[in-house]
Structure formats: structure tokens, C-alpha cells
């Protein structure tokens, strides 16, 4: 039967085979050779490849929130097997699973935002922008209320 032959293939399995092979420069002898995950520590910036829930914690199967492709964040500690998954805390909370994300920069030289500037950004997470607000509202600003169905039935003067 295929179930017995084929267990994964495609993005899952060449997350896992990314992770779990020798980090370059390691070698490829023995004790020399070390697994691009266990590379991963406090500090470690990682961009999500695919679209990526963040858990509350690695043991957690509840999601509190989403990584977008391409958006980085900060690991807070090394990753652990859970449950068949490897999952990596995060800063300044919660867990992702290592396998949907990569390194920042493969050769090290990594532009890391400043703490200054991962402060300024979670501050502004909940935030809307301007220019998104207005194309979602029809331009109509703050002093205008928002229009929906409960506004309907008032009279507009």
C-alpha cells in the first residue's frame, strides 16, 4: 500500500530534511557534525516560508495568532520535539513550529532589528494604517463613524 511506503513528501518533507541535516560547515563526520536545528538559540531571528500559526506555548495546541510569509521572529529558546513536532519559543510569547520557517540570512549577516525597533513595532501591532483605513473605510477618517449594518437605520444629515 502507498500508506506503508510514502509517510511525507513535498514542503513537509523537505522542511524536516532542511532542519535536521548538518548546518553548513559543520562537517560531515560524526561527532563533528551538528543539525542546522540545534543551531537555533535565544536570539535566532527566523522568517516564515509559509504562512505559520503562533501557539501559546510548544506544548499548546491553541492558536493565538499568525506569521505571514516572509515576516520574521525572534526565537527565545532552543527548539524541542513535541508530540512529533519541533516547535521553537518565541519572543515575546508564544511557540511556532520550526519546520514552516528558515534562517534569517544563511551566511550569518543578518540585518536583526534593534530591540528599539522590535519595541516600537509590537507597540504599533494592533494599530491600523492610515492608508488602510481610509481604503477600507472609503477615505471617510477618524471623526466619521464607522458605517454598518447597526448604522443603517440612523439619519445621516
Known amino acids: 500500500l502507498l500508506e506503508d511506503r510514502d509517510s511525507t513528501r513535498g514542503p513537509g518533507r523537505e522542511a524536516w530534511d532542511y532542519w535536521t541535516r548538518s548546518a553548513p560547515g559543520a562537517g560531515d563526520s560524526g561527532d563533528a557534525a551538528q543539525l ?14 509559509l504562512g505559520a500559526p503562533v501557539f501559546e506555548s510548544p ?9 505571514p510569509v516572509g515576516v520574521a ?30 534562517e534569517l540570512s544563511a551566511d550569518g549577516d543578518a540585518n536583526v532589528p534593534t530591540e528599539q525597533e ?6 504599533n501591532i494592533s ?3 492610515k492608508e488602510l483605513a481610509e481604503a477600507v473605510g472609503g477615505g471617510g477618517g477618524e471623526a466619521d463613524p464607522p458605517i454598518g449594518r447597526k448604522s443603517r437605520n440612523k439619519r445621516r444629515g
Do not use: C, D, H, N
Request: hydrophobic share 50%.
Open 118 to 123: 522590535l519595541r516600537q513595532t509590537l507597540l
Open 127 to 129: 494599530r491600523v494604517p
Open 36 to 49: 542546522r536545528a540545534k543551531s537555533v538559540k535565544a536570539g535566532t531571528a527566523l522568517v516564515a516560508r
Open 59 to 67: 506544548e499548546s495546541w491553541t492558536a493565538v495568532a499568525t506569521v
Open 73 to 102: 521572529v525572534v526565537a527565545a529558546g532552543p527548539p524541542r520535539m513535541v508530540e512529533g513536532y519541533l516547535m521553537v519559543p518565541i519572543v515575546p510569547s508564544g511557540a511556532v513550529e520550526l519546520t514552516l520557517f528558515r
